[in-house]
């Protein structure tokens, strides 16, 4: 599985952007696909996850109210729709892939096998 972010940029604060995944090499239909984030002098954090097997979701408190995750199989693409930006939520966003997951570990980057190369997301206050 090869993965492609795109749809980083630059926004004020209360501004909307929605980054996308691309992935190819094989069918994801069956993967849990994650959004990661890292900020400058700071660690990868958690911030979305969707679970196609169970059709769940999950959230960093962080993204809760504000970021939603969605998939379209049928084109091989996850996408985060995030709304109400916050200067703080300027990092490098990642997407990820796990072919198999065990739901506790689900936050945990070295979880998933995949990663994608990763958009920047600057929010300006």
């Known amino acids: 599985v090869q993965l492609q972010a795109s749809g980083g940029g630059l926004v004020q604060a209360g501004g909307s952007l929605r980054p996308s995944c691309a992935a190819s090499?094989?069918?994801?239909?069956?993967?849990?696909m994650g959004w990661f984030r890292q900020a400058p002098g700071k660690e990868r954090e958690f911030v979305a996850a969707?679970?196609?097997?169970?059709?769940?979701?999950y959230y960093a408190d962080s993204a809760k109210g504000r970021f939603t995750i969605s998939r379209d199989n049928a084109k091989n693409t996850v996408h985060l729709q995030m709304n109400s930006l916050k200067p703080e939520d300027t990092a490098v966003y990642y997407c990820?892939?796990?072919?198999?997951?065990?739901?506790?570990?689900?936050?945990?980057?070295?979880?998933?096998?995949?990663w994608g190369q990763g958009t920047l997301v600057t929010v300006s206050s």
């Open positions: 090499g094989r069918t994801y239909s069956g993967y849990t």
């Open positions: 990820a892939a796990a072919q198999r997951i065990i739901v506790s570990t689900i936050r945990f980057s070295s979880s998933y096998d995949y």
């Open positions: 969707n679970r196609w097997s169970a059709g769940t979701t």
